[in-house]
């Protein structure tokens, strides 16, 4: 058993990995400082696990205030690195504040891991860094390319930093960044979901909520596309797998199994659906009609992308469990939970 640092951890990958952290049989502390997630979050977790969560709300980016969490937690063994802002079309508009919000938090926790010879660290980084690849399926070797977003931005500079300072320790600390795709659904008890604060940008959030009758439409961008129907193909995946995959990493790192003191895995299925069939699968499953409109494309939008998932599968010996139709169906039944429908 070992004591793990989940900074973010009241949002929506944090929370769901703080459970499976609990499953896993680690403790756990979470830092959050509810910039984007509630504090119901924390009686969500406990309602799973039967265990409240300690957690703090500090903010990462005050160098003070992080020094003084991890100054009267010196036991702990590995941090997994969630807390970041994450909106892609916010990042374009106020790119300064992601600039420092994201790097800020980041460096303040790594001074603090080689303060107090903190082992290793898990970072949440995102299939963004690819930009839209040349070959498919998009493999850990494919090119960063210029970053489409100060978010995206904002992750590859991370994944560089982290492997400066991982080089510049002299092995004492070890990285493991984990490259998302679309991560969907949530728990199946429907206690923690995607909080759905303001109007939705995903995909998915957007259409529980058109189903639940929030939204009027469901505006799908662009069937003009290079793809089998039009749309644009991304790899979604459900969130309790991407959970699970952070607990194979702190286990490789715990257990000393990482073949490099900083390694990158992509977190996808290996199958990509196109944005029809995402709502058709919705309405499959839940059998609901979507009132959907095809529009114009969003701008910045890759074409298509899907992980090439045989590092992840072979060396962090985990594979996805749930279909995209059971996905989207956690998603719908959360969504019904939140608003008592
Ligand atoms: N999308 C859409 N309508 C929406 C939201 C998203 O058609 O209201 C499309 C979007 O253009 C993309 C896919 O759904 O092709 C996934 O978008 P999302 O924002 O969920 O994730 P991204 O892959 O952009 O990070």
Redesign the pocket.
Known sequence: MAKILITGGTGYIGSHTAVEIFNAGHQYIIVDNLSNSSIDVISGIEKITGVKPIFFNIDLKDKTLTEQFFNSHSDIDSVIHFAAYKA?GESVQEPLKYYENNLLSLINVLENIKLHKIKSIVFSSSC?VYGQPNKLPVTEQSPILKADSPYGNTKQISEEIIQDFIKSNNGNCKAVSLRYF?PVGAHESAEIGELPLGT?????P?ITQTAAGIRAE?????NDYNTPDG??V?DYIHVVDIAKAHVAAINRLLNHHNKSDFEVFNLGTGKGNS?LEIVKTFEAVTGIKLNYRITE??PG??EQIWANTDKANIELNWKTQTSIGESLLTAWIREKKYRRI
Request: proline content about 5%; cysteine-free.
């Open positions: 892609v963004t679309n939705p940008n995903n995909l998915v957007f469901l505006k799908i961008f662009g749309t644009a991304r944005v494309r969003r939008d890759v």
